[in-house]
Nanobody, 115 residues
Framework: QVQLVESGGGLVQPGGSLKLSCAAS????????MGWYRQAPGKQRELVAS???????AYADFLNGRFTISRDNAKATMYLQMNSLNAEDTAVYYC?????????WGQGTQVTVSS
């Protein structure tokens, strides 16, 4: 069964950086897209970034170039490098993968930006 496990969340000060990881089990070759969503308290889940086979990436407009999504096929792992973090980035971050059998979600990792 396909599983996604996120890691790398935590508490960081405003202006700081974090790098999230999403490790995937199961067939990596069948994936055609992966990405990250986030959900802040009292808000809807929103798309942060995505990456498709071939490396094409897409980002939410509100990021203003602060985050970078990448994947390492050899390690079956996707990453989200987050820089210049601010309080509005506080949320639970979820990774997902899309394949022919549908979408699978990770369990989420908490990111808290606070001084």
């Amino acid at each position: 069964q396909v599983q996604l496990v996120e890691s790398g969340g935590g508490l960081v000060q405003p202006g700081g950086s974090l790098k999230l990881s999403c490790a995937a089990s199961g067939s990596w070759l069948s994936i055609y897209a992966m990405g990250w969503y986030r959900q802040a308290p009292g808000k809807q889940r929103e798309l942060v970034a995505s990456i498709r086979n071939g490396g094409m990436t897409a980002y939410a407009d509100f990021l203003n170039g602060r985050f970078t999504i990448s994947r390492d096929n050899a390690k079956a792992t996707m990453y989200l490098q987050m820089n210049s973090l601010n309080a509005e980035d506080t949320a639970v971050y979820y990774c997902y993968r899309d394949s022919g059998s549908g979408r699978v979600w990770g369990q989420g990792t908490q990111v808290t930006v606070s001084s």
